[in-house]
């Protein structure tokens, strides 16, 4: 009785150090290339510097990409894959077509990357060191990313159409898409801060501009009717600021808009129309730094959301296609 009880024990012992083992190996963490590729950080960086260098831009697009990878079954760099005759990928889903850029600075990324270590670096980790250095690079917060990603072996067009918060969608119906990704209300208003930078199609603010007046100050709105003409079909990919003071600055400007009346989406707006959201809101237009921390914790929450890793997915040669 004593041994069974004896080696009992020691299967036990066995099986949690398993259990623990697995755990460790399926973790994220920001040294996980440190001996594999220790000059990966200094070549995104140098990469990613040079495509905003040539058009700022594309600091937004590259962190929209980010957001929307994230969104649609976790970070796994799904985004990134072309339809094939076999699955519709995301890229043509309706928050995507037309809109989402920056593969080719990834795909830029990704070659500069198997040059110092082949065959090591995933495209999904690629993706959320790049979005990191963008928002850095254009006057934003810095923060350790934490990396181990593998990627998705497939996309699915259908998610992506589900999955992505709207630009009409109500306070309430983001809170929810938010929070269904374990991602906190105060979560969802930092990381709308990252509207901050980048521009939107006349197609996704049409409707705010022209029939929820109400919400808007009046000269706003009669200044981005200017250029995003009423019917339907007519300029739908004319471009505005989302941040009308500094688009090209990761600053707090964009929560003065919303506290001001001036956001451009009908989903900006919303985070300051009088809801449970306000006084986030106000917080963050007071207190840039406060507005900082937080957007910077929520990326790295952001970024923890299901991940492949392990033996799970695997690491592609080109970003566009699966091995």
């Not at 009717?225 to 400007?253: E, I, K």
Request: hydrophobic share 35%; glycine share 8%.
């Amino acid at each position: 009785m004593g041994s069974f009880s004896s080696n009992k024990l020691v299967m036990i012992g066995l099986f949690l150090l398993i259990l623990v083992l697995g755990s460790a190996n399926a973790s994220l963490s920001t040294e996980f290339y440190s001996s594999s590729c220790p000059k990966l950080l200094d070549t995104v960086k140098c990469t990613v510097e040079a495509a905003i260098k040539k058009e700022t831009r594309m600091g937004a697009s590259l962190l929209r990409l980010f957001f929307h990878d994230c969104f649609v079954n976790g970070c796994d760099g799904s985004i990134l894959l072309d339809d094939t005759s076999s699955f519709k990928g995301e890229k043509n889903a309706g928050p995507n077509k037309n809109s989402a850029r920056g593969f080719e600075v990834i795909d830029a990324v990704k070659s500069a990357v198997e040059k110092v270590c082949p065959g090591v670096v995933s495209c999904a980790d690629i993706l959320a060191i790049a979005a990191r250095d963008s928002v850095k690079i254009l006057g934003g917060p810095e923060w350790d990313v934490k990396l181990g990603r593998r990627d998705a072996r497939t996309a699915s067009q259908s998610a992506a159409n589900n999955g992505i918060p709207a630009p009409t969608s109500t306070l309430n119906q983001l809170i929810s898409k938010f929070g269904a990704l374990g991602l906190s209300t105060k979560d969802l208003v930092a990381l709308s801060g990252g509207h901050t930078i980048g521009q939107a199609r006349c197609t996704t603010f049409r409707s705010h501009i022209y029939n929820e007046t109400n919400e808007l100050v009046t000269s706003f709105a009669q200044t981005r009717q200017s250029n995003c003409p009423r019917a339907s079909g007519v300029g739908d990919n004319n471009l505005a600021p989302l941040d009308l003071q500094t688009p090209a600055s990761f600053d707090n400007h964009y929560f003065n808009n919303l506290v001001d009346r001036k956001g451009l989406l009908h989903s900006d707006q919303q985070l300051f129309n009088g809801g449970s959201t306000d006084s986030i809101v106000r917080g963050y237009s007071s207190n840039p730094s406060s507005f900082f921390a937080d957007f910077a914790s929520a990326m790295i929450k952001m970024g923890d959301i299901s991940p492949l890793t392990g033996s799970k997915g695997e690491i592609r040669k080109n970003c566009r296609s699966v091995n």
